[in-house]
């Protein structure tokens, strides 16, 4: 009897090892439990109502990456991730709808909505390509330029308060900084709620053209700004890119946006 008590203690024993190994497991691949949506009174308050939902559609459809998320750096201007927008053989952006900070069905702001010009509209870097997944962390980004006579449809992004770069070289990333990503992702709980979340992670490792972390990121999520504190207010330092890696916004990136600027100013006037 002793020994028929023994052996069901330690079965009992070897099942909760094995639940709670599962309960364990279960949590270090639900990264979304981690992640917290953002209230509309959060998102003013943090200024982040620029940070738009990305509808991208493709032409042909099939494949196309459809969810993800962009900023307003500027009235005209947003960043966002280049695999988001690049131009491919058959398969490039032909339009594209923005919904800034939007909560599910409600529209805080007017959707933006654009056909697609590449030579007149995005720019992103040389150096990257789509089929070439070693150049997404240095590169992955791209500028999208909105006109005008779009803008001027929606008289509700008047309101817009366009997120700041880091441009101060002594404030610049470090290694432990604490860093902050919104954006919109596309996976369960998530897919098709269209909710900004916010998280939050540490950098772990700063690189020439990228930096890494541990954000949770999810599908949906690329394009979304990578931000930092500074004074009690938030800075864009990278583009979220591929998971646990930030397209670094360092001064030779700084330089090209504003170079992209020119020309698409040049371009569209």
Request: hydrophobic share 35%; net charge positive; glycine share 6%.
């Amino acid at each position: 009897m002793v020994f028929a008590q023994t052996s069901n203690s330690n079965f009992n024993k070897i099942v909760i090892i094995f639940l709670l190994a599962l309960c364990i497991s279960g949590k270090s691949n639900s990264q979304t439990l981690f992640i917290d949506q953002i209230s509309k009174e959060e998102i003013e308050l943090n200024g982040f109502n620029s940070i738009s939902y990305q509808d991208v559609r493709r032409f042909p459809f099939t494949g196309s990456i459809k969810n993800s998320t962009a900023f307003f750096i500027s009235r005209n201007f947003l960043l966002t991730s280049a695999h988001n927008v690049t131009k491919l053989p058959f398969h490039s952006v032909k339009k594209l709808t923005l919904f800034p900070s939007r909560i599910g069905s409600d529209k805080l702001l007017d959707s933006v909505f654009i056909k697609i010009r590449y030579r007149k509209n995005i720019k992103y870097p040389k150096k990257y390509f789509f089929y070439f997944p070693w150049t997404r962390k240095d590169n992955d980004i791209a500028l999208i330029y909105i006109p005008d006579e779009i803008l001027n449809k929606n008289k509700k992004l008047n309101s817009l308060r366009y997120l700041k770069l880091l441009k101060d070289s002594s404030k610049k990333l470090v290694k432990g900084d604490t860093i902050f990503c919104a954006g919109y992702p596309a996976e369960e709980p998530y897919g098709g709620k269209y909710l900004m979340t916010l998280d939050t992670s540490i950098v772990i490792k700063v690189g020439k053209g990228y930096f890494t972390h541990s954000l949770k990121t999810l599908k949906g999520n690329s394009g979304s700004p990578i931000m930092v504190k500074r004074n009690g207010e938030f800075y864009v330092v990278g583009v979220n890119s591929i998971n646990g890696v930030g397209t670094y916004l360092n001064n030779e990136k700084l330089r090209m946006i504003e170079e992209w600027k020119l020309k698409l100013e040049l371009r569209n006037n």
